[in-house]
């Protein structure tokens, strides 16, 4: 015969019927393990029946009762939850967003100033007898007059008019083909 | 070529000058009225006549020309020679150039100097910018007249006296934004000629080389740092092209009337002044000025140098000045300075063509 198992604590409980508690006995007679077993579970209960009462304390009384006062029906609790965790993330996320998109402009805009900054070019003389000629060149609405063309390319090569003489590179006398 | 005596020279500027000057602001005084909506057509149809008569008819001359800025005014005298098929000689005395300087200006093939891509030629620009319309007859150099008064509103620009026998403008007026004579050019003499063939032509000079740029190019050059206005004032866009010896970018403009060339150079403007030119606030920052014709003005902005040559009034000149960038001072200011940075930074994005 196999040992009781889970018989055992119905045995000691006394919740067999008559056939399953004698052949229950009958077993716990030959088997050591069991009889073993039976003998201290009937110890553990005897030493739980001669424990005090334990009453709750004062505090714990008050505690749980604040707790039933507050509490609120699930649905509620839920919908609350919801509705707070809408309200702080956004709140929270717009300012930081602002905060990012601020800080990202800040950036482009130093970075453009500093970039804009006047850049270590060389010097330039303007070629304004080149550019005068250019402008006698490209031709002109028919109501001005050739003289008034003419007079870029002479300027280039007058010593009387250093500014446009200087980078000119043309002569005192010039041949301009208009378009 | 004959030659002038000085003496005579300094007689016929000053005859000329007393006579021009009263009789401008006297015709002036009695043209700008008020303008109807819609052009004159025998103005334009005059206009048309006197452009074709350019190119077709022959002629000997004398001119005198003359142009009046804030504070300077400049008068030369212009022997002209044409010969339609050949093109113009001209030999000039007077305004700072060295006596018998000449130039010859060779005849293209094409009457227009516009652009095909750009819009539309001269008389086109002129009648869409401005009202025309027929003035009283005159006389100029003893020849018969028929007057063509331009007008923006009820403010009087330009007006062009047409030979009634040749068709060729004998004399133009400019006026400035306040009604003053800006620019005056006319003949004192006048020979129409037959000649087919012009000898003894100034030596040939070397022309300044450039590539002309597509106008769908000019968004991305306006990206990248090159402003190119489509208009300035009265005046639209009718070229722009790559100088190949200075890299400049230049940029034409016209009403049909006067023309505006914008040269854009990247670097820094020379601390020393232009000789000729005079610092001169204008169309919202300083500027080194020239008045004349044509007449000049250089700045600095951001890193690009902008010279402009136009033979319009000075008033135009402020109106460019103040399409392109300018920093209003001597020092570029915060948002110019970013904008020029941002200007950089798509520029280093964009790869460059």
């Known amino acids: 015969m196999s040992h009781l198992g889970e018989r055992l604590t119905a045995l000691v409980d006394g919740h067999l019927d008559a056939a399953e508690r004698d052949r229950a006995l009958a077993h716990v ?5 069991c009889r073993a077993d039976v003998q201290h579970q009937h110890w553990v209960r005897r030493r739980l029946q001669e424990l005090p009462d334990a009453e709750p304390s004062a505090a714990l009384l008050m505690s749980l009762q604040d707790v039933g006062a507050g509490a609120v029906p699930v649905q509620a609790a839920v919908a609350d939850e919801q509705a707070t965790r809408w309200r702080f993330p956004t709140r929270r996320h717009a300012a930081m967003a602002v905060a990012g998109a601020g800080t990202v402009a800040a950036g482009v805009l130093g970075l453009a100033y500093v970039v804009g900054a006047a ?23 028919p109501f001005s007059d050739a003289a008034v063309d003419a007079f870029p390319v002479l300027h280039s090569g007058s010593d009387r008019n250093p500014g446009f003489g200087r980078d000119s ?11 | 070529m004959k030659r002038h005596h000085p003496a005579a020279l300094v007689l016929v500027t000053t005859v000329g000058l007393l006579l021009f000057a009263p009789a401008a602001a006297s015709a002036r005084s009695q043209g700008a009225g008020d303008w109807d909506d819609s052009d004159d057509t025998r103005a334009v149809a005059l206009l048309g006549r006197a452009a074709a008569a350019l190119d ?81 007859p005159s006389r100029v150099a003893g020849r018969s007249a028929q007057v063509v008064e331009i007008a923006q509103g009820a403010t009087l620009v330009a007006r062009i006296w047409v030979d009634e ?8 007026e400019m006026f400035d934004a306040a009604g003053r004579l800006a620019i005056e050019s006319a003949f004192i003499d006048l020979r129409i000629t037959d000649t087919a063939f012009l000898a003894h032509l100034p030596p040939s000079s070397p022309r300044a080389q450039s590539d002309q740029v597509d106008p769908v190019a000019l968004p991305m050059l306006r990206e990248r740092g090159w402003p190119c ?36 150079q990247r670097g820094a403007l020379l601390d020393e002044p232009l000789a000729g030119f005079t610092p001169t606030r204008l169309g919202g920052t300083v500027v080194q000025l020239r008045v004349g014709m044509p007449s000049y003005a250089v700045w600095e902005d951001a890193g690009t140098v902008y010279t402009v040559v136009t033979d319009a009034p000075v008033d135009t000149v402020a109106e460019v ?9 001597s020092e570029s200011g915060f948002w110019t300075r970013v904008a020029g940075g941002v200007g950089r930074l798509s520029a280093w994005v964009t790869p460059l063509v």
Do not use: N
Not at chain 2, 165 to 172: A, D, E, I, V, Y
């Open chain 1, 29 to 33: 007679r030959h088997c050591a393990e």
């Open chain 1, 119 to 141: 850049p270590a070019a060389e010097p330039v003389r303007p070629p304004v007898g080149e550019f005068s000629a250019k402008f006698a060149d490209v031709g002109d609405p």
């Open chain 1, 169 to 179: 590179g043309f002569g005192r006398e010039s041949l301009v083909s208009r378009r």
């Open chain 2, 56 to 136: 077709q008819v022959s002629y000997s001359g004398t001119r005198i020309i003359s142009s009046w800025g804030p504070d300077s005014s400049t008068t030369v005298l212009v022997d002209v020679e044409h010969v339609a098929s050949q093109g113009t000689l001209v030999r000039m005395r007077g305004g700072g150039v060295a006596d018998d300087t000449a130039a010859f200006l060779a005849a293209g093939e094409g009457d227009s100097p516009q652009r095909p891509d750009f819009g539309p030629d001269s008389l086109q620009l002129l009648t869409a910018s401005y009202d025309v319309r027929r003035g009283a």
């Open chain 2, 165 to 172: 026998q040749s068709g060729l403008p004998l004399r133009r």
């Open chain 2, 229 to 264: 206005p489509p208009q300035v004032g009265s005046l639209r866009m009718v070229g722009v092209e790559r100088m190949e010896s200075s890299s400049a970018l230049h940029v034409s403009y016209s009403d049909g009337l006067s023309r505006v060339s914008v040269f854009e």
């Open chain 2, 321 to 329: 000045v103040a399409s392109y960038p300018h920093s209003g001072g």
